[in-house]
């Protein structure tokens, strides 16, 4: 896949049945998310579930995913993981499945120090030739991927994306003030507002409802260059924004998913099954954004 990534990747939601993937499901909404125009797509990141799975279960939707997008848009692993052996185990079974990337969360219970960080990444790079996507995400990782570190992690072989996770848009900045060319950007929270700073991409949970618009957000921004068009499309999607926000953004994907036609079952515990509360939010919110 020819790189660099940009344009709004969908970190995917893992439908599942009682009995364990809904390998069905995983491929009609593969193809539905390409259909609509999403650039790319990223199995296996926080809304995909990804410590809620066994080890087949991984394989199997990395496999599934891969097969089923045939090359058409790029497709990054998230192959993050507490112990470094696990995060270099997936990350290398990643490119043996044809993955393009691998998107790659801090330990996040260890809180490892700089050095800790440094080496973690490194021996995951090592391992691999793939672009590694570092991903930011400190109120669910407990460690904060600052500017300074992003940029000493920038001088390791393939460390050349982040997903950067925060509120806050000045990170962007930062990062490419202090990494040059050695990184680029994706917004994970702030999509139009990171793409404005600087950012080439978009890790976004809302696609996973509306991937149309939330690539056209993107398009009209970054190569149109037509900001009223950008704003206007930015607030038909925001109340799918609001409600991929916060503690939502597993359950309001999947009940979103549910109201569009696209059942692809419930959360896994310790999330609560999807409610009536999480149905009537997201039809709400898809009303209003113009989706249903």
Same mark, same amino acid.
């Given at each position: 896949?020819?790189?660099?990534f940009?344009?709004?990747?969908?970190?995917?939601?893992?439908p599942?049945?009682?009995?364990?993937?809904?390998v069905p499901?995983?491929?009609?909404?593969?193809n539905?998310?390409i259909?609509?125009?999403?650039h790319?797509?990223?199995?296996?990141?926080?809304?995909?579930?990804?410590?809620s799975?066994?080890?087949s279960?991984r394989?199997q939707?990395?496999e599934?995913?891969?097969?089923e997008?045939?090359g058409?848009?790029?497709?990054?692993?998230?192959t993050?993981?507490?112990w470094t052996e696990?995060a270099?185990?997936?990350?290398r079974?990643?490119?043996?499945a044809?993955?393009?990337?691998?998107?790659v969360? *801090?330990p996040f219970?260890?809180?490892? +120090?700089e #050095?800790?960080l440094?080496a973690?990444?490194k021996?995951?790079? =090592?391992? !691999?030739?793939?672009p590694?996507?570092?991903?930011?995400?400190?109120?669910?990782?407990?460690?904060?991927l600052t500017? *300074?570190i992003?940029a000493r992690?920038s +001088?390791? #072989?393939?460390v050349s994306?982040i997903?950067?996770s925060?509120m =806050?848009? !000045?990170?962007?900045?930062d990062?490419?003030d202090?990494c040059?060319?050695r990184?680029?950007?994706?917004?994970g929270?702030?999509g139009f507002e990171?793409?404005l700073?600087?950012a080439?991409g978009?890790v976004?949970?809302?696609?996973?409802?509306?991937p149309?618009?939330?690539a056209?957000l993107?398009?009209?921004t970054a190569?149109?260059?037509?900001l009223?068009?950008?704003?206007?499309?930015?607030?038909?999607?925001l109340?799918?924004?609001r409600?991929v926000?916060?503690?939502r953004?597993?359950?309001g994907?999947?009940?979103?998913?549910?109201?569009?036609?696209?059942?692809v079952g419930?959360?896994?515990?310790?999330?609560?099954?999807l409610?009536?509360?999480?149905l009537?939010?997201?039809?709400?919110?898809?009303?209003?954004?113009?989706a249903?």
């Amino acid at each position: 896949m020819t790189q660099p990534f940009r344009g709004t990747y969908t970190v995917m939601i893992t439908p599942f049945t009682d009995d364990g993937i809904d390998v069905p499901a995983l491929r009609e909404f593969v193809n539905w998310q390409i259909d609509q125009g999403i650039h790319g797509l990223i199995p296996l990141g926080s809304t995909g579930e990804f410590l809620s799975m066994t080890e087949s279960e991984r394989e199997q939707v990395v496999e599934t995913v891969i097969d089923e997008a045939r090359g058409r848009v790029p497709v990054l692993i998230g192959t993050g993981a507490e112990w470094t052996e696990d995060a270099v185990r997936w990350t290398r079974q990643a490119e043996v499945a044809g993955a393009d990337g691998v998107m790659v969360i *801090p330990p996040f219970y260890s809180t490892p +120090t700089e #050095d800790e960080l440094f080496a973690h990444y490194k021996a995951v790079a =090592d391992a !691999t030739s793939l672009p590694v996507m570092l991903y930011n995400n400190p109120a669910t990782a407990n460690v904060d991927l600052t500017p *300074p570190i992003v940029a000493r992690l920038s +001088t390791i #072989d393939n460390v050349s994306y982040i997903k950067e996770s925060t509120m =806050d848009v !000045t990170r962007i900045r930062d990062i490419l003030d202090l990494c040059g060319d050695r990184m680029n950007v994706f917004g994970g929270i702030m999509g139009f507002e990171s793409f404005l700073a600087g950012a080439i991409g978009w890790v976004a949970v809302g696609s996973n409802l509306m991937p149309k618009e939330f690539a056209n957000l993107f398009t009209a921004t970054a190569d149109e260059k037509d900001l009223e068009k950008a704003r206007a499309i930015y607030r038909q999607v925001l109340p799918v924004i609001r409600l991929v926000g916060g503690h939502r953004y597993v359950s309001g994907s999947k009940a979103g998913l549910a109201v569009l036609g696209h059942p692809v079952g419930s959360p896994r515990m310790p999330r609560l099954p999807l409610s009536d509360d999480d149905l009537t939010a997201a039809r709400e919110a898809l009303q209003q954004a113009g989706a249903i």
